[in-house]
C-alpha cells in the first residue's frame, strides 16, 4: 500500500499488477508504477515514475494513452516539482500530486467545493441536461463521466459534478462497474423518472428579450410557442423566437445586432438558456421537447398547456 495527501487528507493506494496493466506499451511498464485510489466517490488511477520524470509533454501523451485505456482519469506522483515545471505541466492539462506539498487536480478540487456544501434543493444547469439528455437522446445508464465527454458539450469535471447532483438528489446511483470506473444507474425510467423528478426541475430560460430586428446570419434554434407549434398541431405566433446562451446574448446585445431591445415586445424574442439545447446536433433547429416543456410550464393558455400534455405524452423515451 502507498499513502499519497490531497487537500490535506491521507488517500490510500494500492498498486496494480502486472496482468491489470495488460495491453500498455513496454516503455510505459518499465517506466511506471500503478495504483488505483478513490478520492471523493472518484476512482482516479495513479502512475508513479520509476526513474527521471518524464517531460510534460510525454506526461500529457501517457495520461491521454491511460485514459483512453482504461478509462481513468491519471495522476502523476512526482517526489519533486519545482514551480516554473508545475506551470509547463497545468499548460499541458497534466494532474500531477507532489504528496502533501502541491496537487494539480482541478476536477477534485470541483468535487471537493460541491461536497462541502449542503446538498442541493434542484438540479444543476449540467445536472438537469445530463438528466434529459438520457431522458431524450441516448441512454446513460451504465456509462461513466468519460463515457459522455464526447457526446454531451461539457467538460469531464463538469460532467462529474454534474453526476454526483443527480446522485445526491438520489435520482442515480453511481455504483463500481468492476474496473474501478463509477457508474449510472437510474432509479427510474422513462416517464415515470420525468414525472418524480418534477419538483427538481427548473425552467431553463434565464432571461427574455424582445427586438424590433435581429441583425445576425448565425444560426440559432427556435423556441416558445413557434418550437412548441413545430412539434404539435399548434399555431406559430408571428414573432421569431430563438434562444441561445446568456453569454451570446450579451455579445450581439453589446455589438449592437439587437435593434431596440427591451423587455416587452418586438418583433423578434429571444430566449437565453442556461443550458444548450439537449440533442445530438451541434446546430439544431429546434430546442428539445422535455426543455421547451418546462420554458412554457407557466403559460396559462389552455391551447398551450393541452399541447405540452400532448407532447410529453407522445414522447419517445431513450432509457
Known amino acids: 500500500m502507498k499513502t499519497v495527501i490531497i487537500s490535506g487528507r491521507p488517500i490510500e493506494l494500492k ?3 502486472k496482468a491489470q496493466m495488460k495491453g500498455i506499451s513496454i516503455g510505459n511498464t518499465l517506466s511506471y508504477k500503478f495504483f488505483d485510489g478513490d478520492f471523493h466517490g472518484l476512482s482516479l488511477l495513479f502512475a508513479e515514475p520509476k526513474g527521471n520524470i518524464p517531460s510534460p509533454r510525454i506526461l500529457s501523451i501517457t495520461a491521454n494513452e491511460l485514459t483512453e485505456k482504461f478509462g481513468l482519469p491519471v495522476v502523476f506522483i512526482l517526489d519533486e516539482c519545482p514551480a516554473y ?6 499548460d499541458k492539462e497534466v494532474y500531477f500530486v507532489v504528496s502533501d506539498k502541491y496537487a494539480h487536480l482541478p476536477m477534485l478540487v470541483a468535487n471537493e467545493r460541491l461536497r462541502k456544501t449542503k446538498l442541493a434543493k434542484g438540479l444543476t444547469p ?10 431524450q437522446v441516448e441512454s ?3 456509462r461513466a463521466a468519460r463515457d459522455m465527454e464526447k457526446k454531451v458539450p461539457y467538460s469531464y469535471a463538469s460532467i462529474t459534478l454534474g453526476i454526483t447532483c443527480l446522485a445526491d438528489l438520489g435520482i442515480c446511483q453511481k455504483l463500481a462497474d468492476g ?3 463509477k457508474v449510472l444507474h437510474f ?3 422513462g416517464r415515470q423518472l420525468w414525472d418524480n423528478v418534477q419538483s427538481l426541475l427548473f425552467d431553463p430560460v434565464e432571461q427574455r428579450l424582445y427586438c424590433d430586428e435581429f441583425l445576425s446570419e448565425e444560426h440559432f434554434p427556435v423556441c416558445g410557442i413557434n418550437a412548441l407549434a413545430h412539434y404539435t398541431m399548434l399555431n406559430p405566433d408571428s414573432e421569431k423566437m430563438i434562444m441561445m446562451s446568456a453569454k451570446q446574448l450579451r455579445e450581439l446585445t453589446s455589438s449592437g445586432a439587437l435593434i431596440r431591445p427591451n423587455e416587452y ?3 423578434v424574442l429571444i430566449e437565453a438558456w442556461k443550458y444548450p439545447p439537449v440533442v445530438k446536433e451541434e446546430t439544431p433547429n429546434w430546442v428539445d421537447k422535455l426543455s421547451l416543456a418546462l420554458s412554457l410550464r407557466e403559460d396559462s393558455d389552455p391551447r398551450v398547456e393541452g399541447e405540452i400534455e400532448r407532447l410529453i405524452d407522445e414522447m419517445g423515451w431513450k432509457d
Open 140 to 142: 446513460l445508464e451504465g
Open 15 to 17: 498498486e496494480r499488477s
Open 265 to 267: 415586445d418586438g418583433d
Open 85 to 90: 515545471e508545475r506551470q509547463r505541466l497545468i
Open 126 to 135: 449540467v445536472a438537469q441536461f445530463l438528466l434529459l439528455f438520457h431522458l
Open 179 to 181: 474496473s474501478k470506473r
Open 187 to 189: 432509479h427510474e425510467k
